[in-house]
């Protein structure tokens, strides 16, 4: 089994540009999270795709935010208009419905905005 | 209130001795679930044990042992023979079972340092 891959997995933009990252979970996960950790702090939940569906989203996730996941196969996030508030690692993981449903994460995305 | 809270900010260990990550949680769920991710300094969240709520016997995964206690509502990781390759931030998260979106709520984090 491959883990979680992750691209890119550096971003360094200037402010107001537009960013996106891609994440391709475990092949037989059906369910796709994105967090975002900031320097010293835990992750923080972003968005829950089940299969293709979007069934949840947090409330730090601006209209800037948006994410896909077409296919249910691989997931995309974008941030328009980036701000240096955005300056932070994008993690995304995987689990596959069913007891324990653990979470497996990618190396991330580190994006720096100037 | 937090609803994970790790107390130790950074943690030293001799090599080969055990060390003991706290984790306390709060929820009103009665069906959650507990899990300890470790962080290298490369990024990575990589899991290392899960508890589930009603699961009577604590947890183990070779060198990591969960030490769950649950009417204190802690779930200690403890990790036995110490490497240089542990290492890392480690995280306590948690699920709670009344939560559309299945996230995951971690703690702060422990800096664990293991000494030669």
Same mark, same amino acid.
């Given at each position: 089994?491959?883990?979680?891959?992750?691209?890119?997995?550096?971003?360094?933009?200037?402010?107001?540009?537009?960013?996106?990252?891609?994440?391709?979970?475990?092949?037989?996960?059906?369910?796709?999270y994105?967090?975002?950790?900031?320097?010293?702090?835990?992750?923080?939940?972003?968005t829950y795709?089940?299969?293709?569906?979007?069934l949840e989203?947090?409330?730090?996730?601006?209209?800037?935010?948006?994410?896909?996941?077409?296919?249910?196969?691989?997931?995309?996030?974008?941030?328009?208009?980036?701000?240096?508030?955005?300056?932070?690692?994008?993690?995304?993981?995987?689990?596959?419905?069913?007891?324990?449903?653990?979470?497996?994460?990618?190396?991330?995305?580190?994006?720096?905005?100037? | 209130?937090?609803?994970?809270?790790?107390?130790?900010?950074?943690?030293?260990?001799?090599?080969?001795?055990?060390?003991?990550?706290?984790?306390?949680?709060?929820?009103?769920?009665?069906? !959650?679930? #507990?899990?300890?991710? $470790?962080?290298?300094? =490369?990024?990575?969240?990589?899991?290392?044990?899960? %508890?589930?709520?009603?699961?009577?016997?604590?947890?183990?995964?070779?060198? !990591?042992? #969960?030490?769950?206690? $649950?009417?204190?509502? =802690?779930?200690?990781?403890?990790?036995?023979?110490? %490497?240089?390759?542990?290492?890392?931030?480690?995280?306590?998260?948690?699920?709670?079972?009344?939560?559309?979106g299945n996230?995951?709520?971690?703690?702060?984090?422990?800096?664990?340092?293991?000494?030669?």
């Amino acid at each position: 089994d491959t883990g979680v891959s992750q691209n890119p997995r550096h971003k360094i933009t200037k402010r107001g540009q537009n960013v996106t990252f891609r994440c391709d979970p475990i092949s037989e996960h059906n369910r796709l999270y994105w967090y975002r950790q900031t320097l010293g702090q835990g992750p923080e939940f972003l968005t829950y795709f089940q299969n293709e569906a979007q069934l949840e989203k947090s409330r730090l996730l601006s209209d800037r935010f948006s994410a896909e996941r077409p296919k249910g196969s691989f997931s995309t996030l974008e941030i328009q208009r980036t701000e240096q508030g955005d300056s932070a690692m994008y993690l995304c993981a995987s689990s596959k419905e069913g007891y324990p449903d653990t979470q497996y994460f990618g190396p991330g995305t580190r994006l720096t905005v100037l | 209130a937090q609803k994970i809270t790790q107390t130790q900010p950074g943690m030293f260990v001799q090599e080969k001795e055990a060390v003991t990550l706290d984790c306390t949680y709060d929820t009103s769920d009665q069906s !959650y679930g #507990l899990f300890w991710y $470790k962080q290298p300094s =490369s990024g990575e969240m990589i899991f290392l044990i899960y %508890q589930g709520s009603y699961d009577e016997q604590n947890a183990t995964e070779g060198r !990591y042992s #969960l030490n769950f206690q $649950k009417a204190r509502k =802690s779930a200690n990781l403890v990790i036995s023979a110490s %490497q240089l390759g542990d290492s890392a931030m480690y995280f306590c998260a948690m699920r709670e079972a009344d939560n559309a979106g299945n996230m995951l709520t971690f703690g702060g984090g422990t800096r664990l340092m293991v000494k030669p």
